[in-house]
Protein backbone atom coordinates (compact mmCIF):
# COMPACT_ATOMS: atom_id res chain seq x y z
CA UNK A 1 0.00 0.00 0.00
CA UNK A 2 1.52 3.09 -0.83
CA UNK A 3 2.41 5.79 1.51
CA UNK A 4 -0.54 8.24 0.15
CA UNK A 5 -3.11 5.39 0.32
CA UNK A 6 -1.92 4.52 4.10
CA UNK A 7 -2.36 8.04 4.92
CA UNK A 8 -5.30 8.76 3.78
CA UNK A 9 -7.03 4.98 5.32
CA UNK A 10 -6.04 6.65 8.52
CA UNK A 11 -7.22 9.88 8.41
CA UNK A 12 -10.96 9.01 10.41
CA UNK A 13 -9.37 7.08 12.14
CA UNK A 14 -7.01 9.70 13.78
CA UNK A 15 -10.10 12.09 14.01
CA UNK A 16 -11.92 9.65 15.83
CA UNK A 17 -8.70 8.65 17.81
CA UNK A 18 -8.78 11.86 19.42
CA UNK A 19 -12.88 12.41 19.94
CA UNK A 20 -12.73 9.69 21.80
CA UNK A 21 -9.62 10.67 23.91
CA UNK A 22 -10.97 13.86 24.43
CA UNK A 23 -14.52 12.08 25.78
CA UNK A 24 -12.71 9.62 27.91
CA UNK A 25 -11.36 12.85 29.67
CA UNK A 26 -14.72 14.08 29.97
CA UNK A 27 -15.05 16.57 33.73
CA UNK A 28 -18.11 17.82 33.70
CA UNK A 29 -17.45 19.95 30.10
CA UNK A 30 -15.61 22.53 31.87
CA UNK A 31 -13.37 25.39 30.20
CA UNK A 32 -10.09 26.68 31.97
CA UNK A 33 -12.00 30.11 32.61
CA UNK A 34 -13.85 29.66 35.62
CA UNK A 35 -15.56 26.22 35.36
CA UNK A 36 -17.54 27.31 32.54
CA UNK A 37 -18.26 25.50 29.36
CA UNK A 38 -17.29 27.02 25.93
CA UNK A 39 -20.19 27.25 24.60
CA UNK A 40 -21.86 28.81 27.68
CA UNK A 41 -19.57 31.82 27.80
CA UNK A 42 -20.19 32.04 24.40
CA UNK A 43 -23.69 32.43 24.68
CA UNK A 44 -23.15 34.46 27.67
CA UNK A 45 -20.71 37.12 26.51
CA UNK A 46 -22.13 36.90 22.76
CA UNK A 47 -18.76 36.78 21.50
CA UNK A 48 -16.09 34.10 20.21
CA UNK A 49 -12.24 34.76 21.25
CA UNK A 50 -10.41 33.19 17.41
CA UNK A 51 -7.05 32.79 17.92
CA UNK A 52 -4.53 33.79 14.88
CA UNK A 53 -1.18 34.74 13.95
CA UNK A 54 -0.30 38.09 12.45
CA UNK A 55 1.56 36.51 9.85
CA UNK A 56 1.04 32.98 7.90
CA UNK A 57 -0.38 33.37 4.90
CA UNK A 58 -2.60 31.96 3.36
CA UNK A 59 -4.16 30.63 6.50
CA UNK A 60 -4.02 33.71 9.08
CA UNK A 61 -2.70 37.17 8.86
CA UNK A 62 -2.74 40.81 9.62
CA UNK A 63 -3.48 43.45 6.52
CA UNK A 64 -1.71 46.67 6.63
CA UNK A 65 -5.31 48.21 8.13
CA UNK A 66 -5.43 45.81 10.99
CA UNK A 67 -8.22 43.54 9.39
CA UNK A 68 -7.26 39.43 10.37
CA UNK A 69 -7.98 37.60 7.07
CA UNK A 70 -6.67 34.33 5.45
CA UNK A 71 -8.01 30.83 4.72
CA UNK A 72 -8.03 29.83 8.19
CA UNK A 73 -9.77 33.08 9.23
CA UNK A 74 -12.68 32.50 7.07
CA UNK A 75 -12.96 28.89 8.03
CA UNK A 76 -13.38 29.73 11.64
CA UNK A 77 -15.90 33.36 11.24
CA UNK A 78 -18.15 30.48 9.22
CA UNK A 79 -18.09 28.38 12.59
CA UNK A 80 -18.89 31.67 14.32
CA UNK A 81 -22.10 32.04 12.15
CA UNK A 82 -22.86 28.24 12.88
CA UNK A 83 -22.32 28.90 16.53
CA UNK A 84 -24.67 31.88 16.24
CA UNK A 85 -27.39 30.20 15.04
CA UNK A 86 -27.07 26.92 17.18
CA UNK A 87 -27.01 29.09 20.24
CA UNK A 88 -29.99 31.04 19.08
CA UNK A 89 -28.08 34.33 19.21
CA UNK A 90 -29.19 37.83 17.49
CA UNK A 91 -25.32 38.99 17.17
CA UNK A 92 -22.10 37.56 17.87
CA UNK A 93 -18.99 39.21 17.64
CA UNK A 94 -15.27 37.62 16.95
CA UNK A 95 -12.49 39.05 18.93
CA UNK A 96 -9.12 38.23 18.02
CA UNK A 97 -6.50 37.28 20.15
CA UNK A 98 -2.82 36.81 18.90
CA UNK A 99 -1.06 34.28 19.49
CA UNK A 100 2.86 32.47 18.70
CA UNK A 101 3.97 28.92 18.36
CA UNK A 102 5.07 29.16 21.56
CA UNK A 103 2.12 30.71 23.71
CA UNK A 104 -0.88 28.75 21.45
CA UNK A 105 -1.40 25.65 24.32
CA UNK A 106 -1.24 27.85 27.10
CA UNK A 107 -3.55 30.66 25.49
CA UNK A 108 -6.40 28.25 25.37
CA UNK A 109 -5.57 26.47 28.90
CA UNK A 110 -5.93 29.69 30.41
CA UNK A 111 -9.25 30.31 28.20
CA UNK A 112 -7.74 33.46 26.72
CA UNK A 113 -8.94 31.57 23.16
CA UNK A 114 -11.59 29.38 22.69
CA UNK A 115 -10.43 28.46 19.23
CA UNK A 116 -6.67 28.64 17.18
CA UNK A 117 -7.58 29.62 13.58
CA UNK A 118 -4.06 28.63 11.57
CA UNK A 119 -1.93 26.14 10.67
CA UNK A 120 -1.45 23.93 13.47
CA UNK A 121 -0.37 20.14 12.54
CA UNK A 122 -2.40 17.59 14.35
CA UNK A 123 -0.13 15.28 16.23
CA UNK A 124 -0.19 12.74 18.40
CA UNK A 125 2.04 14.52 21.12
CA UNK A 126 0.17 17.51 20.97
CA UNK A 127 -3.33 15.95 21.15
CA UNK A 128 -2.42 14.53 24.50
CA UNK A 129 -2.99 18.51 25.69
CA UNK A 130 -5.62 20.14 22.95
CA UNK A 131 -8.33 18.87 20.67
CA UNK A 132 -8.22 18.96 17.04
CA UNK A 133 -11.01 19.99 15.11
CA UNK A 134 -11.69 18.48 11.62
CA UNK A 135 -8.60 19.44 9.57
CA UNK A 136 -9.08 22.08 7.12
CA UNK A 137 -5.53 21.03 5.05
CA UNK A 138 -2.55 18.53 5.10
CA UNK A 139 0.85 19.33 4.60
CA UNK A 140 4.74 18.40 4.26
CA UNK A 141 7.74 19.81 5.33
CA UNK A 142 10.83 20.01 3.56
CA UNK A 143 13.50 22.47 3.61
CA UNK A 144 14.29 26.06 2.15
CA UNK A 145 17.65 27.06 1.06
CA UNK A 146 18.94 29.92 -1.27
CA UNK A 147 19.46 28.36 -5.00
CA UNK A 148 23.23 29.29 -5.33
CA UNK A 149 24.32 26.65 -2.39
CA UNK A 150 22.58 23.82 -4.53
CA UNK A 151 20.79 22.52 -1.53
CA UNK A 152 18.33 19.85 -2.66
CA UNK A 153 18.63 17.04 -0.21
CA UNK A 154 19.07 16.32 3.15
CA UNK A 155 22.28 14.42 2.96
CA UNK A 156 23.26 17.87 1.42
CA UNK A 157 23.11 19.60 5.01
CA UNK A 158 25.52 17.59 6.57
CA UNK A 159 27.39 19.48 8.89
CA UNK A 160 25.72 22.48 8.27
CA UNK A 161 23.24 24.96 10.36
CA UNK A 162 19.69 25.37 9.83
CA UNK A 163 16.96 27.74 11.58
CA UNK A 164 13.65 26.13 13.01
CA UNK A 165 10.59 27.98 14.92
CA UNK A 166 10.42 27.47 18.16
CA UNK A 167 7.07 25.64 19.08
CA UNK A 168 6.59 23.79 15.69
CA UNK A 169 6.73 20.37 15.10
CA UNK A 170 9.11 20.95 12.66
CA UNK A 171 11.77 21.51 15.11
CA UNK A 172 11.42 17.65 16.20
CA UNK A 173 10.90 16.17 12.70
CA UNK A 174 14.77 17.86 11.97
CA UNK A 175 16.03 16.84 15.03
CA UNK A 176 14.77 13.03 14.00
CA UNK A 177 16.11 13.19 10.53
CA UNK A 178 19.26 14.60 12.18
CA UNK A 179 19.47 11.91 14.74
CA UNK A 180 18.44 9.02 12.04
CA UNK A 181 20.93 10.46 9.15
CA UNK A 182 23.82 11.56 10.92
CA UNK A 183 24.26 14.75 9.94
CA UNK A 184 25.69 16.68 12.72
CA UNK A 185 23.03 19.63 12.51
CA UNK A 186 23.40 22.48 14.03
CA UNK A 187 19.83 23.86 14.79
CA UNK A 188 19.01 27.85 15.73
CA UNK A 189 16.00 28.68 17.24
CA UNK A 190 14.28 31.83 15.76
CA UNK A 191 11.09 32.96 17.47
CA UNK A 192 8.74 33.48 14.16
CA UNK A 193 8.74 32.63 10.52
CA UNK A 194 10.28 35.73 9.02
CA UNK A 195 12.81 35.62 11.08
CA UNK A 196 14.03 31.67 11.11
CA UNK A 197 13.23 32.70 6.78
CA UNK A 198 15.79 35.73 6.77
CA UNK A 199 18.91 33.82 8.62
CA UNK A 200 18.42 31.79 5.23
CA UNK A 201 18.45 34.90 3.70
CA UNK A 202 21.32 36.32 4.98
CA UNK A 203 23.41 33.13 4.53
CA UNK A 204 23.51 32.86 8.11
CA UNK A 205 22.38 29.15 8.04
CA UNK A 206 22.18 26.63 5.42
CA UNK A 207 18.29 25.82 5.25
CA UNK A 208 14.84 26.59 7.01
CA UNK A 209 12.85 23.43 7.57
CA UNK A 210 8.87 23.95 7.66
CA UNK A 211 5.57 22.96 6.38
CA UNK A 212 6.20 23.68 2.62
CA UNK A 213 2.93 25.52 1.89
CA UNK A 214 4.27 28.18 4.03
CA UNK A 215 7.64 28.42 2.72
CA UNK A 216 6.32 28.83 -0.68
CA UNK A 217 3.87 31.56 0.22
CA UNK A 218 7.32 32.99 1.85
CA UNK A 219 9.33 32.66 -1.55
CA UNK A 220 6.22 33.63 -3.68
CA UNK A 221 6.03 37.18 -1.80
CA UNK A 222 10.22 37.79 -1.11
CA UNK A 223 11.44 40.23 -3.33
CA UNK A 224 13.32 38.17 -5.55
CA UNK A 225 11.76 34.35 -5.44
CA UNK A 226 13.87 33.06 -7.70
CA UNK A 227 17.03 33.19 -5.13
CA UNK A 228 15.37 30.25 -3.45
CA UNK A 229 14.89 27.00 -3.81
CA UNK A 230 13.03 24.14 -1.61
CA UNK A 231 14.02 20.77 -1.32
CA UNK A 232 13.42 17.57 -3.30
CA UNK A 233 13.50 15.87 0.08
CA UNK A 234 10.73 15.68 2.13
CA UNK A 235 11.72 16.05 5.67
CA UNK A 236 8.30 14.09 6.96
CA UNK A 237 5.45 12.62 5.67
CA UNK A 238 2.46 15.18 4.68
CA UNK A 239 -0.08 15.57 8.25
CA UNK A 240 -2.96 17.21 8.51
CA UNK A 241 -3.30 20.96 9.95
CA UNK A 242 -6.18 21.56 12.71
CA UNK A 243 -8.14 24.05 14.87
CA UNK A 244 -6.87 23.95 18.31
CA UNK A 245 -9.56 23.61 21.45
CA UNK A 246 -9.72 22.94 24.61
CA UNK A 247 -10.01 19.46 25.58
CA UNK A 248 -12.73 18.15 28.21
CA UNK A 249 -15.09 20.21 26.64
CA UNK A 250 -17.35 18.02 24.55
CA UNK A 251 -20.28 20.22 23.64
CA UNK A 252 -18.24 22.70 22.08
CA UNK A 253 -16.04 19.93 20.37
CA UNK A 254 -19.42 18.59 18.65
CA UNK A 255 -20.68 22.11 17.96
CA UNK A 256 -16.75 22.86 16.09
CA UNK A 257 -16.71 19.68 14.23
CA UNK A 258 -20.36 19.78 12.92
CA UNK A 259 -20.04 23.12 11.72
CA UNK A 260 -16.80 22.00 9.96
CA UNK A 261 -18.93 18.84 8.42
CA UNK A 262 -21.65 21.33 7.11
CA UNK A 263 -18.95 24.01 5.46
CA UNK A 264 -16.98 20.96 4.49
CA UNK A 265 -19.90 18.82 2.52
CA UNK A 266 -20.66 22.06 0.78
CA UNK A 267 -19.75 23.40 -2.17
CA UNK A 268 -18.65 26.66 0.06
CA UNK A 269 -15.27 25.31 0.68
CA UNK A 270 -14.23 24.67 -3.04
CA UNK A 271 -14.25 28.37 -3.72
CA UNK A 272 -12.90 29.33 -0.48
CA UNK A 273 -9.67 27.17 -1.23
CA UNK A 274 -9.65 29.47 -4.67
CA UNK A 275 -9.87 32.54 -2.62
CA UNK A 276 -6.86 31.80 -0.85
CA UNK A 277 -4.41 29.51 -2.89
CA UNK A 278 -5.81 30.61 -6.81
CA UNK A 279 -6.08 34.19 -6.61
CA UNK A 280 -4.09 36.69 -5.53
CA UNK A 281 -3.81 37.06 -1.55
CA UNK A 282 -5.12 40.31 -0.14
CA UNK A 283 -2.47 42.50 1.08
CA UNK A 284 0.15 41.04 -1.53
CA UNK A 285 -0.79 40.34 -4.64
CA UNK A 286 0.82 37.04 -4.25
CA UNK A 287 -0.61 33.92 -5.99
CA UNK A 288 0.10 30.91 -5.01
CA UNK A 289 -1.36 29.15 -7.83
CA UNK A 290 -1.43 25.65 -5.78
CA UNK A 291 -4.63 23.50 -6.76
CA UNK A 292 -6.14 21.56 -4.25
CA UNK A 293 -4.29 18.45 -3.30
CA UNK A 294 -5.12 14.66 -3.77
CA UNK A 295 -5.29 14.10 -0.09
CA UNK A 296 -7.69 17.13 0.46
CA UNK A 297 -9.96 16.64 -2.06
CA UNK A 298 -10.36 13.35 -0.97
CA UNK A 299 -10.92 14.38 2.27
CA UNK A 300 -13.77 17.24 2.02
CA UNK A 301 -15.92 14.54 -0.59
CA UNK A 302 -16.22 11.98 2.16
CA UNK A 303 -18.30 14.92 4.30
CA UNK A 304 -20.87 15.07 0.77
Not at 72 to 83: G, K, M, P, V
Not at 85 to 109: E, F, I, K, P, W
Not at 170 to 176: E, G, L, R, T, Y
Amino acid sequence: MSTHTEFLRRLPMLVLSAAFAGWLCLAGSVSAAGGMGTLERIRQAHEIRIGYSDHTPPFSYQLPDGRIVGYSIDICNRIAESLKTRLGLQDLSVRYVARTASNRVQLLRDGAMDIECNASTATAERQKSVHFALSHFFVGTRYVALAKNDFHTLADLKGRSVSVLAGSTNVSQIAKVNRSMKLNLSLVVADSLQEAFDMVTTDRVAAFPMDDVLLKTMIAGSTEPSLYDLSTDMVSAPEPYGFMIRRDDQPFEDAVDDALRNLYGSPQIASLYAKWFLEPLPGSGVNLDLPMSDALTTWFAGFR
